[in-house]
């Protein structure tokens, strides 16, 4: 990709805004459409484009693949402890009302922001180690 001149300068450009507008999805999702899934996958691409204009070496330098792979169950740990948290407070599974009784919307949104985060986490680290999966495979 060194001769792909526009490619490199518009990817460098354009990976930024993905990551923010991921940002904002994950932010938006507590409130209106979006959440963790949707952020996630906007992560994943923007790391996708970023493998396939630099290099899945490049790739794997920035976020090693030993961390993405590890994200997976620390995602879906999160998204579980939640649950079991207001268990353990008394709740049902993700009710989100036992994690603050004194201030119940506070805790449901500090439960929906955490499972949302597992759900991010999960997702995105899911789709890059598909990526790398299927870019480390010979021709």
Do not use: W
């Amino acid at each position: 990709m060194k001769h792909h001149l526009i490619l490199l300068v518009v990817s460098k450009l354009l990976i930024p805004f993905l990551l923010l507008f991921a940002f904002y999805v994950q932010m938006h999702g507590d409130f209106g459409p979006g959440g963790g899934f949707q952020a996630g996958a906007i992560a994943a691409a923007a790391i996708v484009l970023y493998a396939l204009i630099f290099g899945r070496r490049a790739s794997e330098k920035a976020i090693p693949p030993r961390i993405v792979e590890a994200g997976i169950p620390i995602g879906v740990l999160i998204f579980a402890g939640v649950g079991v948290a207001n268990l353990l407070m008394g709740g049902n599974y993700l009710e989100y009302n036992a994690i603050n009784p004194a201030h119940p919307v506070e805790g449901q949104h500090l439960g929906i922001m955490l499972v949302e985060a597992g759900v991010f986490i999960t997702v995105f680290c899911t789709l890059v180690t598909i990526f790398n999966t299927f870019a480390r495979r010979g021709r």
